[in-house]
């Protein structure tokens, strides 16, 4: 049997040994050392931040600016470029509404993929019917965004562009380096929706040149509720906070004015998730240790293993064959996805099914809904050896399931 050594270090194995967790993409599992920041925070500290004039406080303070100063390092970008957030969702919100929003005119265009996820197209639909903006589609290329393809969509009319680094149905890695670079010379504002990316590669916000991005701390096993927005310095400075009350102000006057902080302060309004941010912190270094290197070999030795097993069986269809990351989405043929799901939880395997947040994916697949496998590093080739076990007698699906 297969020792992953890293399965120790998460307690819910322990708690569910029968569970197989092949949902990776949706929610990642917690190893303890998250844990124990959360619960460091409420054993040992416990207070407010940004407030007290004691040391307990200072010490909540001081513990926060840390992580800000790990999540830098981690994506590879200024202190003063990260802004805490309630996740990734929150995250493009704020920038569409705080700071695209307010360069956007009549007839301008925005740019996005069939393939996003809702949280990287309804604030762009909102700001473009605000706007008067128009929401523009790249072409897909075999269910991809090509670098080519974006570049035709271009027109002198586009301001913004908004892609998922990785998508979260097939997994698909766009060349965002290149597509950044094109849309600079167009002076276009490129954002990147790092769900999905930022648990499996590493990420430079230096290297990519991207002028936002947007990630959650639970997808790489880090609390819910915490998130990062990354901006540069220079378009932070004009992007307005969605939310505003203490913590982020300066000066409040009666008469109706105020001022903000001029850092990334000003979009942390009210208290701070701080057990939240120190948890995102102790999964930051977590990632590190176990290493980029080490994640990407493992999900692939599990997504090969899973792909070559499903592609011999009639019944299965796959659609992302040719994907880049852990993802597999696929279905049993003449068997809706929610159907199949229930059948693979019968087995205590947990997939996703559906449409995976994606609406305007569908069209794509030609499927309306399918199930989604994904991967994560502390999973098992014998996990995957049950998965494959199920999955072969889905043939005989209601057989199978009764
Ligand atoms: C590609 C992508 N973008 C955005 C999100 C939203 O993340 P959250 O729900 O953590 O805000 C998800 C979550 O599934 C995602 O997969």
């Avoid at 300066?250 to 939240?276: C, L, M, Q, W």
């Avoid at 930051?284 to 176990?290: H, L, N, P, S, T």
Wanted: hydrophobic letters at 40%.
């Amino acid at each position: 049997m297969e020792i992953n050594k890293y399965k120790e270090d998460y307690p819910f194995f322990k708690n569910n040994p029968e569970v197989i967790f092949f949902d990776n993409a949706s929610t990642a599992l917690k190893p303890k050392c998250v844990i124990e920041a959360v619960n460091h925070y409420y054993n040992d500290l416990c207070v407010n931040a940004h407030r007290g004039d004691y040391y307990l406080s200072y010490k909540v303070d001081v513990e926060i600016e840390k992580v800000r100063k790990d999540v830098a390092k981690f994506i590879d970008c200024e202190e003063n470029e990260v802004a805490f957030s309630s996740g990734a969702t929150e995250s493009l919100n704020l920038i569409a509404e705080g700071y695209c929003k307010k360069i956007l005119q009549k007839g301008d265009e925005i740019l996005i993929s069939e393939l996003e996820h809702a949280s990287n197209v309804l604030p762009w639909f909102k700001i473009a019917k605000e706007t008067g903006a128009v929401i523009k589609y790249v072409p897909l290329e075999n269910k991809r965004i090509t670098v080519e393809n974006f570049a035709n969509a271009i027109t002198p009319k586009t301001k913004v562009a908004s892609f998922a680094y990785i998508s979260n149905v097939l997994g698909y890695k766009i060349d965002a380096k290149k597509m950044c670079e094109i849309a600079h010379k167009h002076h276009i504002i490129f954002v990147l929706d790092g769900a999905q990316s930022t648990p499996h590669i590493p990420v430079s916000m230096k290297d990519l040149d991207c002028d936002f991005y947007a990630f959650s701390a639970h997808k790489l096993g880090g609390p819910t509720g915490v998130g990062v927005m990354y901006g540069k310095a220079k378009y932070l400075q004009d992007c307005d906070p969605l939310v505003l009350g203490g913590g982020m102000n300066k000066v409040i006057e009666k008469d109706g004015t105020y001022t903000v902080y001029n850092s990334v302060r000003k979009f942390e309004a009210g208290t701070p998730h701080i057990e939240g941010i120190l948890g995102l912190g102790a999964i930051i270094k977590y990632i590190q240790k176990v290493g980029f290197a080490y994640i990407q070999k493992k999900e692939k030795e599990l997504r090969d293993r899973a792909l070559t097993a499903l592609k011999k069986m009639k019944h299965i269809e796959v659609y992302n064959e040719d994907n880049e990351a852990n993802t597999i989405a696929f279905n049993i043929k003449d068997v809706f996805a929610q159907d199949a799901a229930s059948y693979f939880a019968k087995y205590n395997i947990c997939l996703r099914a559906g449409q995976h947040c994606a609406k305007l994916t569908d069209g794509v697949m030609n499927t309306y809904a399918s199930v989604r496998c994904s991967f994560y590093f502390y999973n098992t080739i014998e996990e995957v050896d049950k998965f494959i076990e199920v999955a072969s007698k889905g043939s005989d699906f209601l057989d199978a399931y009764f």
